[in-house]
């Protein structure tokens, strides 16, 4: 059995614990045993980069060195922690002046940053780890009469120099992952096109307006569903339906679920062992396709 360390972030505890039921169940069934990552923060996510580089980079690296530590490397759910962790790693492996600088002040707290270990998004695992023809060999109930609209945000693809997980333009590992389950990954304008989630609390009305667009845009598609990766999508378009309900008068009812979610359906998990009732946008109608 593969171990990784957990990196399981802020948004998912707090506001999703049906995305890490979901990862765990999933992981566990294929084979991979995931190892709670004893005092991780936050890390560091991508807007607070833009404000100071070297405070976010320390952050990062702090949670790397106790993976170091547990001699174990990282597996994340949410992609915005796949970006920061990787990010850190990646450029404090590659620039030693930079690497000296933030160990100065990993220093205060007793860590130093080694860059012996990596950092993995889950599905980067399926792909490596489990590998597609063992998936597919897992799946005993296919999702054959599924049309999925994939979304897997921005961090995960961009910066690509730096991220490396797939073609920024024009991705395939999601598409594929959702097909060796049995549904249809369909196309569907403006598909990598931002939710508007960072825009929360910044420009609500702006936020909405591009969440809307994603979901009609999928719906019109002909759209069973929205699959995400990122807890922040997930969120800002299962919840941003209910705003879109008041604000404009529209209603979709567009089911969005995590691909953990459809991952541990097609592989035998049971609906009730999922606690899908987290969900604004019930999911009810992908149950009954699903069958």
């Known amino acids: 059995m593969t171990s990784y ?106 860590k130093e940053f080694k860059g012996t270990k990596e950092v993995k998004h889950y599905l980067q695992v399926l792909m490596d780890d489990v590998g597609v023809n063992h998936l597919k060999q897992n799946v005993v109930k296919p999702l054959n009469n599924l049309n999925v609209a994939a979304f897997s945000g921005c961090h995960l693809l961009r910066p690509s120099e730096l991220l490396r997980f797939d073609d920024p333009e024009r991705p395939r590992i999601f598409d594929t992952l959702i097909e060796v389950l049995g549904a249809k990954s369909i196309p569907y304008k403006n598909k990598l096109r931002c939710c508007g989630g960072l825009l929360r609390g910044y420009a609500d009305d702006i936020a909405l307006a591009i969440a809307r667009d994603k979901i009609v845009n999928a719906y019109n598609a002909g759209a069973d569903c929205i699959s995400t990766l990122c807890p922040f999508c997930f969120l800002t378009l299962d919840l941003g339906q209910m705003l879109i309900k008041t604000t404009y008068k529209e209603e979709y009812n567009l089911p969005i679920i995590h691909y953990a979610e459809l991952l541990s359906l097609s592989i035998g998990v049971e609906p009730k062992e999922l606690a899908l009732d987290f969900h604004k946008i019930k999911v009810d109608k992908v149950l009954e396709k699903i069958g």
């Open 5 to 110: 360390a957990l990196f399981l972030g802020c948004t998912i505890p707090a506001r999703q614990p049906h995305y890490e039921l979901a990862a765990r169940k999933a992981l566990t069934k294929l084979g991979i045993e995931l190892v709670d990552l004893e005092g991780a923060t936050c890390c560091a996510p991508p807007p607070i980069q833009s404000i100071d580089l070297e405070t976010s980079l320390a952050i990062a690296a702090y949670n790397i060195c106790l993976a170091e530590e547990a001699d174990l490397n990282i597996l994340t759910l949410c992609t915005g922690c796949f970006e920061s962790l990787t990010i850190a790693n990646r450029l404090l492996k590659e620039n030693r002046e930079l690497r000296e600088k933030i160990n100065k002040i990993l220093s205060n707290a007793g």
